[in-house]
């Protein structure tokens, strides 16, 4: 809130437009009753930002901003992979919504070779190949394709707050994890308190812990850390006696 209320401070124009956009001509365009044209959304959205972070992150912040505030949830990333042993050299591994490739980029320079990404879009795949030539990119819309192949390790960060109705929540989460080998983990968030689990707009729902649980019953969390407003957790399928 006290950010929302800085940038009004700070922009009050331009936070009138973006508002006015978000809450009236946003809705009219992509909209769909309970739902809303993500594909539609987000080509458009890359389409206008490109592989600036205003693109998938706060448009309500300027470039340098953006990139302030996603370099410190890449530090947090880390430190959570590091105490988790999670390892990229070897095996291959999974990203889902790589969007500007700003995560893509973090896991190549973790080691990761068979990195294989997915988005709801392709609009910016020429350029994302054309810089990361050993990432292999699929266009498919994750709540309602299941992967292909196998992975050691799976990662969907600041995806799951952009799918706002509650089956395709499931089928996300679900489409992902039947993706992760037995013994894999899966990094995913963040999730926030039931008590402030919410919908806000049209575009973006928060969801808690305990419906993370609910979709996936069998899966157990091995860590989490404090992530943006949320929990970033590892998740591993928990063990039978």
Same mark, same amino acid.
């Given at each position: 809130?006290?950010?929302?209320?800085? %940038?009004?401070?700070?922009?009050?124009?331009?936070?009138?437009? +973006?508002?006015?956009?978000?809450?009236?001509?946003?809705?009219?365009?992509?909209?769909?009753?309970?739902?809303? #044209?993500?594909?539609?959304?987000?080509?458009?959205?890359?389409?206008?930002?490109?592989?600036?972070? +205003?693109?998938?992150?706060?448009?309500?912040?300027?470039?340098?901003?953006?990139? +302030?505030?996603?370099?410190?949830?890449?530090?947090?990333? %880390?430190? @959570?992979?590091?105490?988790?042993?999670?390892?990229?050299?070897?095996?291959?591994?999974?990203?889902?919504?790589?969007?500007?490739?700003?995560?893509?980029?973090?896991?190549?320079?973790?080691?990761?070779?068979?990195?294989?990404?997915?988005?709801?879009? #392709?609009?910016?795949? #020429?350029?994302?190949?054309?810089?990361?030539?050993?990432?292999?990119?699929?266009?498919?819309?994750?709540?309602?394709?299941?992967?292909?192949?196998?992975?050691?390790?799976? @990662?969907?960060?600041?995806?799951?707050?952009?799918?706002?109705?509650?089956?395709?929540?499931?089928?996300? @989460?679900?489409?992902?994890? #039947?993706?992760?080998?037995?013994?894999?983990?899966?990094?995913?968030?963040?999730?926030?308190?039931?008590?402030?689990?919410?919908?806000?707009?049209?575009?973006?729902?928060?969801?808690?812990?305990?419906?993370?649980?609910?979709?996936?019953?069998?899966?157990?969390?091995?860590?989490?850390?404090?992530?943006?407003?949320?929990?970033?957790?590892?998740?591993? +399928?928990?063990?039978?006696?």
């Amino acid at each position: 809130m006290k950010a929302a209320w800085s %940038k009004v401070r700070t922009d009050p124009v331009g936070s009138a437009r +973006r508002a006015w956009d978000k809450l009236f001509v946003g809705r009219l365009r992509y909209a769909d009753g309970k739902d809303y #044209d993500a594909s539609r959304y987000w080509r458009d959205r890359f389409s206008k930002h490109g592989t600036s972070l +205003r693109g998938a992150g706060d448009e309500g912040l300027d470039k340098e901003e953006n990139e +302030r505030a996603y370099n410190a949830a890449a530090e947090t990333f %880390k430190q @959570l992979i590091a105490a988790s042993g999670i390892e990229f050299g070897t095996g291959r591994t999974l990203e889902i919504g790589c969007g500007p490739g700003f995560y893509t980029r973090l896991l190549v320079s973790q080691g990761a070779q068979n990195l294989v990404a997915y988005d709801i879009t #392709d609009v910016l795949f #020429d350029e994302l190949r054309a810089e990361l030539p050993g990432v292999e990119f699929r266009k498919a819309d994750i709540t309602q394709t299941r992967v292909d192949g196998t992975f050691d390790r799976a @990662l969907m960060i600041d995806v799951l707050e952009h799918v706002v109705n509650d089956q395709k929540f499931t089928d996300a @989460l679900r489409n992902v994890a #039947d993706a992760v080998a037995p013994d894999g983990r899966f990094v995913v968030g963040p999730f926030v308190d039931e008590a402030t689990a919410k919908r806000h707009l049209y575009y973006v729902r928060f969801w808690s812990l305990d419906e993370m649980r609910a979709a996936l019953p069998e899966w157990e969390i091995e860590a989490s850390t404090a992530f943006r407003d949320g929990d970033l957790v590892v998740l591993r +399928r928990a063990r039978t006696s």
